[in-house]
T-cell receptor, first 113, second 113 residues
Framework: AQSVTQPDIHITVSEGASLELRCNYSYGATPYLFWYVQSPGQGLQLLLKYFSGDTLVQGIKGFEAEFKRSQSSFNLRKPSVHWSDAAEYFCAVGSNAGNMLTFGGGTRLMVKP | KAGVTQTPRYLIKTRGQQVTLSCSPISGHRSVSWYQQTPGQGLQFLFEYFSETQRNKGNFPGRFSGRQFSNSRSEMNVSTLELGDSALYLC????????????FGPGTRLTVT
């Protein structure tokens, strides 16, 4: 069975500082990996997706993620955080058997001025 | 292009009642997936519909059901509501094949009293 772990429940960073959110997955084959962001009271917005090819994936809003098969990780990064990035971030794994995602528990990001 | 829409946005029901939620996918998308989000269990996959057929199903009791119409719009139904069904119900649409990006609607907030 596939699973996703986001080890950090809460992270606080200062505005302008760099950010890395961790994600570890368990999946038997080559996974489809996603990062989503959710602002309070909103649905989920897709930041980026990885399936194959270049292991460094660029997404929207200046985010990028790196796939490391040897570590079963797909960490999300941003070089300089803005106050508007405060939200909850979810890592998810999917398969080619259909459009069903298994989500991690989420990481809530707070940004200090 | 219009995004995924969900109606209603908020709903209050009493234990034992049933409820129907609606989702209209992005134009041209044929796959609709449903997720339940609660503080305790996080984001959990309910089911996926593709071309009016249920393609995948999560681990939820039979009280949760859904359907998809020929225009790809989807409904989900919960019968005999329980307090634990209080949640944000999210709908996501994808083009077709598995592993596609899923685009989420704003959700329906269901409160069961």
């Amino acid at each position: 069975a596939q699973s996703v772990t986001q080890p950090d429940i809460h992270i606080t960073v200062s505005e302008g500082a760099s950010l890395e959110l961790r994600c570890n997955y368990s999946y038997g084959a080559t996974p489809y990996l996603f990062w989503y962001v959710q602002s309070p009271g909103q649905g989920l917005q897709l930041l980026l997706k990885y399936f194959s090819g270049d292991t460094l994936v660029q997404g929207i809003k200046g985010f990028e993620a790196e796939f490391k098969r040897s570590q079963s990780s797909f960490n999300l990064r941003k070089p300089s955080v803005h106050w508007s990035d405060a939200a909850e971030y979810f890592c998810a794994v999917g398969s080619n058997a259909g459009n069903m995602l298994t989500f991690g528990g989420g990481t809530r990001l707070m940004v200090k001025p | 292009k219009a995004g995924v829409t969900q109606t209603p946005r908020y709903l209050i029901k009493t234990r034992g009642q049933q409820v129907t939620l609606s989702c209209s996918p992005i134009s041209g998308h044929r796959s609709v997936s449903w997720y339940q989000q609660t503080p305790g269990q996080g984001l959990q996959f309910l089911f996926e519909y593709f071309s009016e057929t249920q393609r995948n199903k999560g681990n939820f009791p039979g009280r949760f059901s859904g359907r998809q119409f020929s225009n790809s719009r989807s409904e989900m139904n919960v019968s005999t509501l329980e307090l634990g069904d209080s949640a944000l119900y999210l709908c996501a649409s994808s083009r077709d094949r598995g592993g596609d990006e899923q685009y989420f609607g704003p959700g329906t907030r269901l409160t069961v009293t």
